[in-house]
């Protein structure tokens, strides 16, 4: 066992000066660089998950509970900034949810006109009632009965509709959540394309603009105007005409009728709201970050192509997460210090907290760990599925997770049983965001 914990420590050892290399030459590329300028060319590059596991890699030596002064989140008060990147320091900041608090709650609010949704709360009534209530309504065994037939045919009609030619975004991976929502949901929105923006704008304002821009928190708050008129109406009508459909929607109203707490309309209209937000545009983005992974490894993509063409989904899931967990849609997860307290307590990296510091939890770091993880650098698809934190840990975990696991090899099964899938040539094959955090374009071939 000791010489376990030698070799790893090693090999952290040798990992974390070929990164530091790494980070020297792509930092200097960068700087002789001649296009765009410096730091447009440092934010491309410092931003892809590749540079960021290199940094990571030597943090998890280095510094592994690194403590810093300055306040890099501007979104949200706070103190100070904390990376936490080891696996087991990872969980356990997410595991102390009292100490680490969720604090999206102001954010939530802005956007409901008032209302909180339950991934802004803390431990509570309140968390419990609500989550609770929509695990009631969106249930496991949806998944076999609705969710993965439809994502199938769904996907298989997009890409059959293709032509040996798609843009995996505009053409399947955006529009197949929102086409998911319009049917399971029952709240398709005004438009396919006005449900999409809607969620674009209020997931990047509450989860990923840390910055704190003016542009942003404006487009979110007359999206989350919007957006709630359209589920305060869509209420409203379902309940003059209920219909015979059993979607969400008419299940919470199945449950308001049965009296149920915390089902009054309000309460039904901001947890939907919290749903969709999650459910659109992470799906979109988490399938062409994985979809990105397999299409650059020849070898990996064929073994997925093998089993999409087999049906067999267990296989096909085992190689797009693997695939995700290079790239997953967050590379870290955080929460404020509510309290003075200390992260990995009685160890040699443990460290003071101070109340009101950003905690940044790496995720991405903890599924490179060496100290949890088998060979984290390969590219595996026998990993345990605990090896993976590719949508949250602890008690704020996705609620989506079943969906995730089911539905996204789903959406990718059509596109990733093609032969010869492949970049298209130039600019057209790189992923293009337009500006955003989400892939608006990408265009691949294939063999139809
Ligand atoms: C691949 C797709 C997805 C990814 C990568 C993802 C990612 C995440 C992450 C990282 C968290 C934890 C946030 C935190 O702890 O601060 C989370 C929580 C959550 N997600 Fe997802 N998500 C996905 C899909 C979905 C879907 C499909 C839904 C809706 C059905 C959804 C609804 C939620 C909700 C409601 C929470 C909060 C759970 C709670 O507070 O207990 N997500 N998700």
Redesign the pocket.
């Known amino acids: 066992m000791w010489l376990t914990a030698i070799r790893v420590r090693a090999e952290m050892v040798v990992g974390a000066m070929v990164s530091s290399w790494a980070l020297i030459a792509l930092v200097t590329a960068i700087f002789q660089g001649e296009h765009a300028t410096v730091a447009s060319r440092l934010k491309a590059r410092l931003t892809t998950s590749d540079t960021q596991r290199h940094a990571l890699r030597i943090l998890r030596l280095v510094w592994p509970n690194l403590v810093l002064s300055e306040r890099f989140v501007k979104a949200y008060d706070n103190t100070g900034t904390v990376l936490v990147s080891r696996a087991s320091d990872v969980t356990e900041m ?1 595991d102390r949810e009292a100490d680490f608090a ?1 604090v999206y709650e102001p954010k939530m609010r802005a956007i409901t006109g008032g209302g909180n949704f ?2 802004g709360m803390q431990d509570s009534a309140d968390y419990q009632c609500h ?1 609770s209530n929509m695990r009631v309504a ?1 249930r496991r065994d949806d998944l076999a009965r609705i969710l993965v037939p439809l994502a199938a045919r769904l996907g298989a009609e997009i890409v059959t509709s293709c032509a040996g030619r798609i843009d995996v975004p505009a053409q399947l991976t955006r529009r197949l959540p929102a086409l998911l929502v319009a049917e399971y949901f029952g709240t398709p929105g005004p438009s396919e394309a006005k449900l999409i923006e809607w969620c674009e704008a209020l997931f990047w304002y509450l989860f990923i603009d840390l910055a704190g821009e003016q542009r942003i928190a404006g487009a979110a708050l007359r999206a989350g105007q919007e957006f709630c008129a359209y589920l305060d109406a869509a209420i409203a009508a379902r309940k003059t005409d209920p219909g015979p459909r059993d979607d969400i929607l008419a299940r919470c109203l199945a449950m308001q009728a049965a009296d149920l707490p915390g089902m009054d309309d309000l309460s039904i209209r901001n947890n939907l709201f ?2 969709l937000i ?2 659109v545009p ?2 979109a983005k ?1 399938s062409v970050n994985a979809l990105a992974q397999l299409v650059d490894r020849p070898e990996q993509l064929a073994g997925a192509r093998r089993a999409a063409l087999a049906d067999d989904d267990a296989a096909l899931a085992a190689h797009v997460f693997e695939a995700l967990r290079f790239d ?3 590379p870290v ?1 955080y929460r404020r210090a509510t309290r003075d307290t200390t992260i990995a307590h009685g160890t040699p990296r443990g460290r003071r907290v101070a109340k009101g510091m950003m905690v940044m939890g790496a995720n991405l770091s903890a599924m490179f760990d060496p100290m949890k993880l088998d060979d984290p650098d390969a590219f595996r698809t026998d990993r345990p599925w605990g090896d993976y934190m ?3 840990y602890g ?6 997770a079943h ?2 696991r089911a539905v ?1 090899p789903q959406i990718l099964k059509p596109l990733l049983r093609r032969e010869h899938l492949r970049r298209s040539p130039g600019a057209a094959g790189r992923v293009d965001l337009a500006g955003g955090p989400y892939p608006a374009h990408w265009i691949l071939e294939f063999v139809s």
Request: hydrophobic share 60%.
């Open positions: 997410l969720v339950f991934l989550v969106v919290g749903l999650g459910f992470t799906l988490a997953p849609i967050n997860i590719l949508w949250g008690m704020h975990n996705c609620f989506g969906i995730n996204m």
